[in-house]
């Protein structure tokens, strides 16, 4: 369908390609990936007709159309939502036209002039066309892809200038999809998606007819979508079968050949170079050694590329012990004017937990931040923050709170607790700030430099609490995955809102749900979450369906609303089951604590050599006795909306 000859391109004195060839199939899933600068965006634009490179040649088939998503995209006001996403219909809009000329053409013409046949006959062919290209069905298509990227009904009809920078990329995305390139080209297109909408796109995208080349640093999603794996990098282009995990296998082995083959190649050259240095001087050996050194002249080095090494690690200082209870809500309240974003919210977060919070784009993500971290007030109910918790705070919008005249190394070095003071430089260099780029100034950084830079600031503050929104957009996969260590081995508390699901997977063990107006505790991972959503959803239940009562109504057949029942009925087993579970700890729990305690009052206890590990062994178990209560309380408000689902769907049966 489309092939890369021999492209080469320098920019002065670097040189971006050097002979790169590549060809793409008609269905290739193609992630392309390498490190920032290495000119991924570059490519894209070469293959676009947009930048003509030194040499080479880009060859497509004249039926080849190309669609491109850049990461910055603006949606000019004037036109509602879905005019501007079905604009990618424009053929069916000019017949449409055409239909709509010759009609009121034909209205002038008499029932006997020669040129009415003639006009009925053109509008004949063109509703004709119309009906091949099932213009019948553009209204559902724009309406089913916009639905599925996050928009609601109601946004249909608005001004794409009412909504943000992030919408309005999805708008341009809508518009791109239906269009049906035979080739995609997207960089970057889960930045501004939530959860929901990526998970659409990936399964959209798979299902797609044309050709996709990606550039994501998601590796879950290129995981899912790629089937090859492009690898730019040192001005060349290697090409792998298999997904981004695949790549990385793949790499890494070759990457291990390459070393060996460079040490054995060191050995050889440096047992010529001494032959070399031993015989300079020896006539009887002139001409072996002017041999050896015409062969070390021809000898090609073997080269090991500087992006393939792994970044230093990055470790956070020790956190400071706070209160077991770091925030505590009761009915919390919070709206903007009439609209309530957050109505009575009622949960606890205790020391050391590790939270992801998910859901819509304008459910309240947020929000629900920037209240706990205290840049927001709330309107009604608590919020208790436990004692010596200190919260840092991380949202993109910080960036420009950064002073434009001073350097990075200076705007990172002001933030940097002493404990990190002397290693600020290492952690800008894992943020690809590296050489000279830290004594830039930040008005010259681009927006996505800004924000990687007030991520490392929030990073060196001495905290106990990390509160991060969207921290991973900006950031390469070693960058990912040197930070998601970091915080593995941290004992802080954290509360992230991301989509990313491979950095959050290993990482978080409760996920917080939030929907306009509520929220919803999961004890587990992302990947849990996900599959339970999909439990309810596959029922007719929980957010994203019609609820229990409407599937029940759907179902007209006896047997298969009895099978129905019968998979509710299976979802209520295992989480009765865990909640018994928990109870049984708990009453386990209580019995050992009032045990201990109840032996503490003896003035024995504390004369005893193994008082000290018992009083380590008792502030356990009060530590384990809270979290199983919080966990306990979950699963009955689970139990109970299950069960009142199943109760809903008998009445209605």
Request: glycine share 8%; charged share 30%; aromatic share 6%.
């Amino acid at each position: 369908m489309l092939a890369l000859e021999g492209i080469s391109l320098r920019f002065g004195e670097k040189a971006l390609f050097e002979e790169i060839s590549a060809r793409i199939g008609a269905r290739d899933r193609i992630g392309l990936v390498g490190a920032n600068g290495a000119g991924k965006t570059t490519l894209f634009r070469i293959v676009m007709g947009e930048i003509e490179p030194d040499a080479g040649v880009v060859d497509r088939a004249g039926y080849v159309t190309i669609g491109y998503l850049p990461q910055e995209t603006l949606t000019l006001p004037g036109r509602s939502v879905f005019d501007e996403a079905a604009a990618a219909f424009e053929d069916i809009h000019v017949l449409r036209r055409r239909v709509e000329q010759a009609e009121a053409r034909l209205h002038e013409l008499g029932h006997d002039s020669p040129a009415y046949d003639d006009t009925l006959q053109i509008i004949g062919e063109l509703e004709h066309r119309l009906q091949d290209m099932e213009a019948d069905k553009m209204k559902a298509r724009v309406e089913k892809v916009l639905l599925g990227l996050g928009f609601s009904m109601a946004d249909m009809g608005r001004d794409c200038g009412e909504f943000s920078g992030g919408w309005q990329m999805r708008i341009a995305l809508a518009r791109l999809l239906l269009r049906e390139p035979s080739l995609l080209l997207l960089d970057e297109p889960t930045n501004h998606l939530d959860l929901d909408s990526l998970r659409w796109l990936e399964k959209y995208l798979q299902n797609y007819e044309g050709a996709i080349i990606l550039i994501s640093h998601d590796r879950a999603f290129l995981d899912g979508l790629c089937t090859r794996t492009f690898h730019l990098t040192r001005s060349r282009l290697d090409t792998y079968r298999g997904n981004y995990s695949s790549f990385e296998e793949q790499a890494a082995a070759r990457y291990e050949q390459l070393l060996q083959a460079q040490k054995s190649q060191d050995r050889k050259l440096a047992q010529t170079e001494r032959f070399i240095e031993r015989f300079r001087f020896k006539a009887s050996k002139a001409r072996q050694v002017q041999s050896r050194i015409k062969a070390l002249d021809k000898v090609e080095r073997i080269e090991i590329d500087n992006d393939e090494k792994h970044l230093g690690n990055f470790r956070f200082p020790p956190p400071e012990r706070c209160a077991h209870e770091v925030f505590r809500l009761k009915q919390l309240t919070k709206s903007y004017g009439e609209q309530i974003v957050l109505r009575e919210l009622s949960f606890d977060i205790t020391r050391g937990e590790r939270i992801a919070i998910v859901g819509v784009n304008g459910a309240g993500k947020s929000t629900l931040t920037r209240v706990l971290a205290g840049v927001e007030p709330f309107d009604g109910g608590e919020l208790k923050i436990g004692d010596r918790v200190n919260v840092a705070y991380f949202a993109q919008h910080q960036a420009a709170q950064m002073d434009p005249e001073k350097s990075v190394l200076q705007l990172a070095s002001e933030e940097a607790s002493e404990a990190m003071r002397s290693r600020v430089r290492d952690i800008l260099g894992s943020f690809l700030f590296s050489g000279g780029d830290v004594l830039k100034p930040a008005k010259v950084l681009s927006g996505g430099e800004k924000n990687r830079l007030a991520l490392v600031r929030i990073l060196l503050r001495p905290t106990n609490c990390l509160i991060l929104d969207e921290p991973t957009n900006h950031l390469d996969m070693d960058s990912k995955a040197m930070l998601r260590d970091a915080l593995q081995l941290w004992e802080g508390t954290i509360i992230i809102v991301s989509h990313d699901r491979d950095f959050l997977d290993p990482l978080v063990s409760r996920v917080i749900e939030v929907q306009p107006g509520r929220v919803r505790n999961f004890p587990g991972n992302v990947s849990y979450y996900i599959g339970k959503v999909d439990e309810e959803r596959a029922l007719g239940i929980g957010p994203g369906s019609n609820g229990a009562a409407a599937a029940a109504k759907s179902v007209q057949n006896p047997k298969e609303r009895r099978r129905l029942r019968a998979e509710k009925q299976k979802l209520i087993i295992p989480v009765k089951k865990e909640a018994e579970t928990l109870e049984n700890a708990i009453a386990s729990d209580e019995a050992f604590i009032a045990q201990e305690e109840k032996a503490m009052l003896e003035p024995v206890f504390f004369k005893s050599t193994a008082a000290p590990e018992r009083i380590r062994a008792l502030e356990k178990r009060r530590v384990k006795l809270e979290a199983d209560m919080i966990l306990w309380e979950q699963k009955l408000n689970e139990l109970e909306q299950l069960q009142n689902e199943l109760a809903t769907m008998d009445v209605e049966a």
